[in-house]
């Protein structure tokens, strides 16, 4: 085990830009943009001081800090879990990569006002969505896409949520294409997760490199729970210091339940299952062991459908019967607002740049990846005939199931495909595949670069706030471009610099 | 206050370890004493009251329907059985699941412990434990045990949860200690003054072992092992950890820590009334009437203590009573 990490002959070199790469998952004819190698060999201005301090200190010392970072976090049990066919579920050692991703200020500040400027429309779009629909009278996207769509709840018509916020917590995936642009490739808008997994990088990558951080200054983002809990707060119905706040969590299986005690841990509220809570009188409530307490705020980790047996699936065990209904008499607060998931959509992505046009009368700050949606016709036949060079995926489906990835399927897989998109073409949309980018990883005791892409969190409170950088996630197997932790995938810190790193003048 | 599945499964939690950890004593000590022994009645009457004193005879009888009562069925039954829910490894397994539904209950320090403890006992577990391993699988089980209720003195913060934690594992040990001492009482009480045989002499050495009480009492009785004693000892010593005063004085102060002590809860009225069945009882008393009657009496009390508990706290919520915030 300890062997294999060490690189035997301790030389370091560069690695060169890999032209012989397999062929899975890959255009071999676009070249992804490199985050870290300006042209293949010299590192990019702001991980120069990065380059020559890991240069100076040599390999070995990189594969010490390493097996720092994954003895810690094994003691820390910091785990994600694999669903699998047995009845508990496989806990393994979440993977990270000690290389951080740096981002300079004026880059990222370009990208985090286009998270903003994303979720005030798309919020605005929720709200018209459940109340007036001037969008679709006014003709801006096809009423059939939405009522189609199978995550618009018509069970929520008409209700206000505090403050008219649909969307208090979103994590947006952000991808970069051959020209090094910022796109977004997905919106997450239900119960995206990760954040936990974005501070304990930070907090690892903190005792790991310390002497960076100052010489960087790193903007700092392990203030999120707090930026959270103050956002939940003021939702509350009663007054907000004297607000109940409750995460809703599926229980101990679920592939998140780390991040969701890690945050309960973090804010100092209640953990429950839906078993805890009940509605009476259309008040939510928390089972305790000195009878009920009132619940103001619900934090849910849960998906619509399986939030209130009475409303949606009559089959969940897990949810809470009567909370809707609680929800439209304004007695409890659930964050993420039900209803949301059709926001996300797949189709309706395509359609984002015109929601931003259309509520702010602004041009959208960042692009979508092309988008095909398989019902229209014309779209349609384009991809059929080219799906080898495609992306094709289900509409709402999440955690990378779901997917065909044109250049690495089979034939027989193309065909599938097919007949599923003939027979429900609202189900489906394709992308062209986007060769994400890469940067350097130290894997096996190599550097390697691998593709990544990068969620950042986004909370809607008072204000909309991004916090500076969010989680990288890696596809560590060579030439993937899977990034999911369930399919191979790890993640890295990333850096938000106010400073390139050089050294003033004077104490060269 | 907190939620009421949280104070179950911490409670419980403790249960099932105290739970593993009486079962690996009564077996070591059970393995050990064969070798002490010099003429043995080996098989049968040796392993019998291990599986009366848990009170698993007929599942045990149906698991093995043809080898019957011998050293090897017994132990492995106990100790791995899957299908028997009190095994030693499912109660380890139990007290770790408990455990994670709690785990942002407790302090880092405890879940890695008796997470440990729960990979390492699987990890043994998986093939049938041979037994010239058995003993020291027990003493590290125990071992293990011990530093999880270290762990939780040093590190864990007190009040609700840890009343909980604490009220299981007396509840526990009590329950044990009792039965433990009414079946073996039943097989070794000839007179009630004196040791019989050399067979006694070991039997009565193993009781007292098999709660850790051997030195305990050997310092406070230096005239002998009379079963008076032993029986006093077990029941009524206010200093030794283990005894059943000990461990009923302590629910009360755990009672406390939950803010259970008002006297007009079924919890209360239970506890005093477990309180009282050793208060107002002594060694002659008890022995006049039947220390059989007494300990059945006891585990009576304790198995209402137990529903009270239930009712009071983890289903609290079935009342009309609603709490005020905070």
Known sequence: MVSSLINSTGIFYAPKLRTNMPTTNVLPTRTPY????????????????????????????????????????????????????????????????????????????????????????????????????????????????????????????????????YTHISGVDIIRDEQGRYLVLEDNLRTPSGVSYMIENRMLERRILPEFFERYRVKRMEHYPALLLEALRRLSPRSPNEAVIVMLTPGIYNSAYFEHTFLAKEMGIELAEGRDLVVKNNFVYLKTTRGLQQVDVLYRRLDDDFLDPLCFRPDSLVGVAGLINSWRGGHVAIVNAPGGGIADDKAVYAYVPEIIRYYLAEEPILGNVPTYLMQKDQDRERVLDDMENMVVKVVNESGGYGMLMG??????????????ILANPRNFIAQPVVPLSQHLCYLDGELQSRHLDLRPFIIYGEEIDVVPGGLTRVAFRKGSLVVNSSQGGGSKDTWVVESTGERPEKER | MMLSRMADALYWMARNLERADNTARLIEINLLHLVEMEEAAFGEAQWDPLLRITGCEPLFVKANPKYGISKAS????????????????????????????????????????????WLSSQEQLKLPLPPDRAPAFYSALRNGVARFHGMTQDTMMRGEAYGFYWLGTLIERADMTARILDVKYHILLPTVDMVGSALDYYQWVALLKSISGYEAFRRTHQAGLRPVDITEFILFSAVFPRSL??????????????????????????????????????????????LHEFLQEMLQRIATMNQALQADCFEAYLGEAIAVPH
Not at chain 1, 63 to 72: G, N, Q
């Open chain 2, 74 to 117: 017994v132990v492995s039954f106990l100790t791995q059985d899957p299908d028997y829910s009190n095994s030693i490894l499912n109660s380890v397994k139990l007290a770790r699941e408990n455990a994670r539904v709690v785990r942002d209950r407790i302090s880092k320090e405890m879940w890695e412990t008796i997470n440990y403890l």
């Open chain 2, 245 to 290: 005063l000990f461990c009923v004085q302590r629910i009360g102060f755990a009672l406390e820590d939950i803010c259970f002590n008002q006297p007009e809860t079924r919890t209360c009225q239970a506890f005093r009334s477990l309180l009282a069945l050793l208060e107002d009882n002594t060694a002659e008393s008890v022995f006049k009437q039947g």
């Open chain 1, 407 to 420: 250049p690495s399927s089979t034939a027989d897989e193309r065909e599938t495909f097919r007949n599923k």
């Open chain 1, 34 to 165: 490199h985050e870290f190698y300006e042209d293949g060999q010299r590192p990019r201005s702001h991980y120069a001081l990065l380059w020559e301090n890991i240069q100076r200190a040599g390999l070995d010392n990189l594969t010490a800090k390493a097996r720092e970072a994954h003895l810690a976090l094994n003691a820390d049990g910091v785990t994600f879990t694999v669903y699998s066919e047995k009845e508990q579920g496989l806990e393994r050692v979440w993977p990270f990569d000690i290389i951080p991703r740096i981002i300079p200020a004026g880059e990222w500040n370009i990208l985090a006002a286009g998270l903003k400027q994303r979720i005030r429309a798309l919020n605005l779009f929720l709200k018209d969505l459940y109340h007036d629909q001037r969008i679709l009278r006014d003709g801006v996207i096809p009423a059939q896409l939405i009522y189609q769509g199978g995550d618009f709840r018509r069970e929520i018509v008409g209700i206000d949520p505090p403050h008219g916020i």
